[in-house]
């Protein structure tokens, strides 16, 4: 009887252990939890229409290396932790394809859209989708990551700067005009004026306008990375404070920009007083997001004597040949020569060049002597350089001369000095035969200049 009940105890067991094989796994568990991870392949062409996945993104940047790439590229990715927005007020995280994915690339130090910066606190959630575009670069070698220039286009599929959400303070009105509809140098100078004594702007602008003095020498550009100049749109001028250049990256040396440039420039306005005097002011922390380059007339940037054919009007450009301690062929009959000058063995080309002294309380002026010119349009150009470290600066021009008095002065724009040598140019129409003098002016002591003396020398008038 014992066999009998053992035996059906050993039945009921088997059936027992048999039906649990047919039980599921709970919770969906992978049958093979220890597996390889799923291998993700790189998609995408990096458009805004169809970004870059992660690892597209990471395959790009080893193959532009340690050296950022030339191109901008859209690069789409996922969160992997929840992410707050600290007081730098910029966007550090890593951004992967899938919640399971392990390759990462980071997004680093990235702001939205013309800099705009992210409320400090705010919360981005773990497996949201980000948007950015801009260069990439594989940071020494082992960190896919984006590069200088680059932002944030969107977060959870909400456009930075393009509506409720996104964190941003990008909703319109933040911003005193935008990109493509910058504010004028006039409407910047009423926000300026209402502006308490050292007062800045709460909000950001965009102002158009075109350069008309570069303030910063080469030697500084190159030392500080930044610029100051002067913006003007014919009529009133604004000064631009330590700004950077296109996509806030750094300025490298000079010639970057030029007076004749059209630029759009992106920051807060400021009404900067010192010792009674106002300056209004684009704040530091600008920088251009938009320029066109100008003709370079009057720059003192340019890299040639001008096209066309060359006067022969002008005597002793080079400055070789002096007499009675004057370089012949530069003493006006008239009063428009006017500075002190001086024999320099300091040349740009072949052996002597002219110093023009400068006078602190007024401006004065290297003429050449008269030259009657046909009807047409002519490029005035010569080499210049400072002789000190001093705010310096130039300002090329001509005078029309009627029986030995001379007429209305005509000038093109100031030109910043530096202490090693430049050309500047400056194109000029006349409508009919006229009796000129070619002026070089050496401007007093201002905000802008010392007043100090310069150097000419290699000068040349061409005519189209």
């Not at 980071?106 to 859209?113: A, E, F, I, L, T």
């Not at 940071?139 to 909400?158: D, H, L, R």
């Not at 010119?373 to 005078?399: C, H, M, N």
Request: aromatic share 10%.
């Amino acid at each position: 009887m014992k066999k009998i009940y053992y035996l059906m105890a050993m039945a009921m067991m088997a059936f027992t252990f048999t039906s649990c094989e047919d039980v599921p796994e709970p919770f969906g568990q992978p049958i093979n939890p220890n597996g390889p991870a799923e291998t993700i392949e790189p998609a995408g062409t990096g458009t805004e229409a169809d970004p870059f996945n992660i690892a597209a993104a990471i395959a790009k940047c080893q193959e532009v290396g340690e050296t950022a790439s030339s191109e901008k590229y859209y690069i789409k990715g996922i969160t992997h932790e929840e992410y707050t927005v600290s007081n730098y007020q910029n966007i550090e995280l890593d951004l992967f394809d899938t919640e399971d994915s392990k390759a990462a690339f980071k997004v680093y130090r990235c702001y939205g859209p013309e800099g705009k910066k992210f409320d400090e606190g705010l919360v981005i959630k773990k497996g949201s989708e980000i948007v950015i575009y801009g260069p990439v670069v594989n940071y020494k070698g082992n960190t896919p990551e984006t590069s200088s220039g680059s932002y944030v286009v969107s977060i959870a599929g909400v456009a930075v700067g393009g509506g409720s959400g996104s964190g941003t303070g990008g909703d319109t009105g933040e911003t005193l005009g935008t990109k493509d509809a910058p504010i004028t140098i006039a409407k910047a100078l009423e926000y300026i004026n209402a502006l308490a004594d050292n007062g800045t702007t709460d909000k950001s602008a965009y102002v158009a306008g075109k350069i008309t003095k570069i303030k910063t020498t080469a030697d500084n550009i190159a030392k500080f990375k930044n610029i100051d100049y002067v913006i003007s749109d014919g009529t009133n001028e604004l000064t631009v404070f330590r700004g950077k250049n296109l996509d806030n990256t750094d300025f490298t040396e000079a010639g970057q920009i030029a007076e004749g440039d059209e630029v759009v420039v992106f920051g807060k306005l400021t009404k900067y007083v010192k010792d009674g005097n106002t300056t209004p002011e684009v704040a530091q922390g600008n920088y251009i997001v938009k320029l066109t380059k100008g003709s370079g007339s009057g720059s003192g940037s340019g890299s040639g004597s001008g096209s066309g054919t060359t006067v022969t009007a002008l005597t002793n450009g080079d400055f070789e040949t002096w007499a009675n301690d004057l370089p012949t062929g530069w003493k006006s009959a008239c009063t428009a020569s006017s500075a002190t000058l001086e024999k320099s063995t300091d040349a740009h080309g072949g052996s002597f060049s002219v110093i023009v002294k400068g006078v602190e309380s007024k401006n004065v002026r290297l003429a050449s002597q008269e030259i009657t010119l046909e009807a047409g349009t002519y490029t005035f150009s010569f080499w210049i350089k400072a002789t000190t470290t001093d705010a310096s600066q130039a300002r090329p021009g001509y005078v029309p001369v009627a029986d030995g008095t001379a007429g209305s002065y005509a000038y093109g724009d100031y030109t910043t000095l530096s202490t090693s040598w430049q050309q500047v140019s400056y194109e000029f129409t006349l409508s009919a035969s006229t009796t000129v003098c070619l002026v070089v002016m050496n401007p007093k002591k201002s905000n802008y200049s010392s007043g100090k003396d310069f150097i000419i020398d290699d000068a040349t008038l061409t005519k189209k």
